[in-house]
């Protein structure tokens, strides 16, 4: 198979496709705000844990760094241009996001900051750790509490037979969808 060599090499980390688009979201009980973020991970499955790198001169960095807690929430296709507007637009200068991009916020159960009723998922996590990289930081928390949609989280699974699509960003105003499982199996060996 010939391949083609990825010019500019800035261009590279598309490669590796992040998992779905999330809505990062905080606040300190008086304000709050809401942000898009491609570059996020699951990083430990007992106690649950997530990361994602955010910017910190972003306007949500000082609510993360204060109160330690957020929300991670995740949207599915439906919600592609309000994802697009919150990571397009900041919270300096738009002080409602939510009513902005028609998003209702939701009581969290063991955080002060709301979540995203729209999106089929959320996370109620606390900041464990922010690791200095310069303009950005690598934000590690641990989840508290985690609700789905039954309908398309079953069995501890994401299912994707009553319509599910979530996002996944390309670039600029370009999205992709997961739609579907498929199931793999090991090639048996060679016999020699």
């Not at 690791?131 to 690598?138: E, F, Y």
């Not at 989280?153 to 739609?179: A, E, P």
Request: charged share 20%; aromatic share 6%; net charge neutral.
């Amino acid at each position: 198979m010939d391949k083609a060599p990825i010019e500019p090499l800035s261009n590279a980390y598309r490669l590796v496709n992040p998992g779905p688009v999330v809505l990062i979201t905080v606040g300190d009980g008086e304000a709050d705000n809401l942000f898009a973020v491609t570059w996020n991970m699951p990083i430990r499955k007992d106690p649950g844990m997530v990361a994602f790198l955010s910017g910190k001169r972003h306007h949500s960095y000082p609510f993360i760094e204060r109160t330690g807690e957020l929300g991670v929430n995740i949207p599915d296709a439906s919600l592609a241009d309000a994802v697009l507007g919150c990571g397009s637009v900041t919270g300096a200068k738009e002080p409602d996001k939510f009513g902005r991009f028609g998003l209702t916020r939701q009581p969290a159960s063991r955080i002060k900051v709301p979540l995203v009723a729209e999106c089929v998922a959320n996370l109620e996590c606390r900041v464990c750790q922010i690791v200095d990289l310069g303009a950005s930081s690598l934000i590690v928390a641990q989840i508290l509490a985690a609700t789905a949609d039954p309908r398309h989280f079953q069995r501890g699974h994401w299912t994707f037979d009553n319509g599910l699509q979530l996002l996944h960003h390309l670039s600029g105003s370009r999205f992709c969808v997961s739609s579907e499982t498929i199931t793999a199996t090991v090639p048996p060996r060679a016999q020699t």
